[in-house]
Every structure is written in structure tokens, then in C-alpha cells.
């Protein structure tokens, strides 16, 4: 056990949820096969957590004590439950319940029942959550909502939609599923490819919100990155032949080697241009060129995820950011603007056009954006904005775009970075 402040204690509780939730709702969604029950037994443990730990210290195994706490409720649950009598005694008699929570043989047991033949009841939670009984916007609303942790206000962030129409579709989806007793399981192979669309979504998501987290103190949340990597890699050994399943592989290793140098050692962001590049992981990036060279070989042009890797790969490959190949980034925003419009995709297109033909340029290209609705209350586009300004040295029209970015980010890093940026420009007018 590891005592701390109340404080340090609450923050250890958040940061262990955020890592084990996927695991601990997965497992126990497969007891009572209702999501919205899981993720309540699931809740219930973290409560739990938030009561016990700071009295008696953290569990040396603090997700095998917050998986066994939400199944013991969900073995409770199933007692009260006449019709489901069988199956609470044959699970019941698989864990012994008298042990202690944070007992070692507890641990190790709560450890062995989470692999068995798949041994990824994550990945179960994803193909539940996005079964076709639910529509695409469902489908990938709830699983964040279920594997990363996220807040239903993230999630609206991430979309781009009001928190209200998240949480309703959240809401709903619950209840669809445990209407159609939706099984927890990873589908057959037949029906493997009609169910993928929405799993690499959900997966591109839930790493993107470790890359570069909505809210909070913190830059990036690595441990969603690193679930979001793992998962890809288990899908990608499940269909070996999918090109975008190894496009998403390859753009989530790429990206991942650099996730330390995006740090300073004071905790500061560090951006894409200014980072070292003797810090980005070399083995990541291998991996990721790996998994890229394999998506390219297979027959059909490129798709969306494949595309973005192609993005990343130019970056991996260039020694110093002098040597980036920006005219082939921006032909292939090009190509991915033709399979994947979308006005962020717009957005990176414009980034990339400024650096191989001019910010202004780029700037006529972000200026064509400024009425999407899609956008208004997204932080990066006055973000962009005002870089392009800086380098037409416009310092004070930048100012006011950086201090507009830094009042639409939740992030508190992130709203830092922006403010000093608008100071600098101040500074410069």
C-alpha cells in the first residue's frame, strides 16, 4: 500500500481510472451483459476507491482492486437476479469472494480471468459498442465514453457537437443495446469488415485524446495512447490484409514515438517543429514505416488512415525540420480532402500549403473556413490563424487570434502556450 496526501490520493484514483476503466468495465459487461449496468458497478468501484484509499493507502494493484470491487457488485447484482441464479453460482464459484480486495491471490486471480482465448475484453467492449444496432454517431459516443474514460463533455469537444446531443446519444445507445442483448464478444471473421469503420474511429479517437487531451492540467494522457496502440495491434493481427486497420496502426506508432519530445522537462508543450528529434522513439517509428509499407502493398489506392500515416511518415523520415517534404504533405492533404472531407482536414491542409508555398496562402485557404459552424468553438482554427499572421508579420491581428484560441481550449497547458504566444506578439506590435 502507498499512503499521500488526500489530494495526491484523488489524483492517483483519476489517473488509475483513466488506464484501467476500459479493462474493468469490459470484464464486467461480460457478467451482466448490459453496458449501462457495467459502467454503473464500474462507477460505483471508483467511489469506492475515492472512500477506502485515502484511509488505507493504495493497493499495491490498484486496477485488480477497482476490477474486483465492480464484480463484486456485479455478482450481487446477478444474485438478486432469480432468473440469472445459475450464472451468479458458476461465476461466484470462479472468484472466491471472501478474500480481501487487496489480497495478492485476489490480484492474481482478478489477473488470470482477464485472459482467455482472446484475452482482450476491451476490444469485446469496442465491437459491443459499435454493433450495427446503433447508429455510427452512437456507436462512437459511447465507446469513448466507455474506454477511455472520457466525460461527455470531451466527447462533444472531440465531435465538435453540443454536450447535450452527446449525452443523449450516450443515453440511448445504453439502453439499444441491452434492449437487442447485444453479445460482448469479438465478431466472427465473416462479420469482422462490416463492423471496422467505427472501431478504427473509435480507436483514432480515443488516441487523439491521449495525444493532445480536451481538458485539463495535463498535455497529454500517454496511457490512452499506448490502450490505443495495443488495441490496434491485436485488430491488426485479427485482419492482417486491411489496409486501413494498418494505416491506423502506422499513424498511432508514427505519431507515438514522438510523444516524449512533445514535452519540455518543465512540463511545457513542446510543438512539432520545435521538438528534438533525437527524442522521438526510433523503434516506434520503424514499427510505424513497418506497418505503412505493408497497408501500400496491398491492392487499391490508399485510404483515409493510410493517407494521414503516409502524412506522419514524411515527418519521421525528415533528419531536421529543414529537410520536411511539405509539397508531398500537401498533395497528400490533397488526396485525403478527396476521401475524407472534413474542415479540420481543411485545416491541416492549410498548415501545410503555408509551409510549402507561403503563409499567405495558407491563410487564404483558413480565411475560407471562418463561417463553418463545425469550427466555431474549435481553439485551433484562430490557433492557426494566428501563426500565419505571425509569420506575415501582422503581430497584432496574431495577438488577438491567440488569445481567442486560448479562451476556446479546456486545456490549461495548452491555454498557456497560446497566451504566451499572444504576449510575444504583443511584445513584437
Known amino acids: 500500500m502507498r499512503h499521500g496526501g488526500a489530494d495526491a490520493i484523488r489524483r492517483t484514483v483519476e489517473a488509475v481510472w483513466h488506464i484501467e476503466a476500459a479493462k474493468v468495465i469490459g470484464h464486467v459487461a461480460r457478467i451482466v451483459r448490459d453496458v449501462g449496468l457495467a459502467e454503473e458497478f464500474a462507477q460505483d468501484a471508483l467511489v469506492a476507491a475515492l472512500e477506502h484509499w485515502p484511509a488505507a493507502g493504495v493497493p499495491d494493484r490498484p486496477g485488480a482492486w477497482l476490477l474486483t470491487a465492480a464484480r463484486r457488485r456485479a455478482l450481487d447484482h446477478l444474485r438478486h437476479e432469480r432468473t440469472a441464479a445459475a450464472r451468479a453460482a458458476e461465476l461466484g464459484h470462479e472468484l472466491d469472494l471472501r478474500h480481501e480486495l487487496a489480497s495478492d491471490a485476489l490480484a492474481e486471480q482478478v489477473d488470470a480471468a482477464l485472459d482467455d482465448d482472446i484475452g482482450d475484453d476491451p ?3 469496442i465491437f459491443a459498442a459499435c454493433h450495427p444496432v446503433l447508429s455510427p454517431d452512437a456507436r462512437c459516443a459511447l465507446t469513448l465514453r466507455l474506454m477511455g ?10 465531435y465538435l457537437k453540443p454536450e447535450p446531443t452527446i449525452a443523449q446519444r450516450i443515453v440511448r445507445a445504453k439502453r439499444t443495446l441491452a434492449a437487442a442483448r447485444v453479445p460482448f464478444e469479438v465478431p466472427p471473421a465473416h462479420e469482422l469488415r462490416e463492423r471496422l469503420a467505427p472501431v478504427l474511429e473509435v480507436l483514432y479517437l480515443i488516441f487523439n485524446e491521449g495525444y493532445s487531451a480536451t481538458s485539463g492540467n495535463d498535455w497529454m494522457r500517454p496511457a490512452l495512447c499506448e490502450e490505443a496502440v495495443r488495441l490496434g495491434r491485436v485488430l491488426a493481427g485479427l485482419m ?6 494498418l494505416g491506423l496502426l502506422a499513424l498511432m ?3 507515438s514515438s514522438r510523444l516524449k519530445a512533445r514535452v519540455a522537462p518543465d512540463g511545457e ?8 528529434r533525437g527524442r522521438w522513439d526510433r523503434l516506434l517509428i520503424r514499427r510505424g514505416l513497418d506497418a505503412l509499407a505493408r497497408a501500400e502493398a496491398l491492392p487499391g489506392p490508399l485510404g483515409p488512415y ?6 506522419a511518415a514524411c515527418h519521421a523520415r525528415a533528419p531536421t525540420r529543414e529537410h520536411t517534404d511539405w509539397q508531398r504533405i500537401a498533395a497528400l492533404y490533397d488526396a485525403l480532402a478527396q476521401v475524407a472531407p472534413s474542415p479540420v482536414v481543411t485545416l491541416n ?3 501545410a500549403v503555408s509551409m510549402a508555398f507561403g503563409p499567405a496562402a495558407g491563410l487564404e485557404i483558413v480565411d475560407g473556413l471562418a463561417g463553418d459552424p463545425q469550427l466555431q468553438h474549435y481553439h485551433l482554427l484562430p490557433s492557426v490563424r494566428g501563426d500565419l499572421l505571425t509569420r506575415l508579420d501582422r503581430p497584432g491581428e496574431a495577438r488577438a487570434e491567440f488569445e481567442r484560441a486560448a479562451e476556446l481550449t479546456r486545456n490549461a ?5 497560446l497566451l504566451a504566444r499572444a504576449a510575444r506578439c504583443g511584445r513584437r506590435g
Request: charge should be negative; aromatic fraction near 0%; charged fraction near 30%.
Open 123 to 125: 476490444l469485446r467492449l
Open 149 to 158: 474514460g472520457l466525460t461527455t463533455e470531451e466527447i462533444a469537444r472531440a
Open 240 to 245: 492482417p490484409a486491411e489496409g486501413e486497420v
Open 253 to 255: 506508432e508514427i505519431q
Open 269 to 276: 508543450p513542446v510543438l512539432l517543429l520545435d521538438q528534438d
Open 306 to 311: 493510410a493517407l494521414q500515416a503516409a502524412i
Open 349 to 351: 491542409r492549410a498548415v
Open 413 to 417: 497547458r495548452e491555454r498557456a502556450l
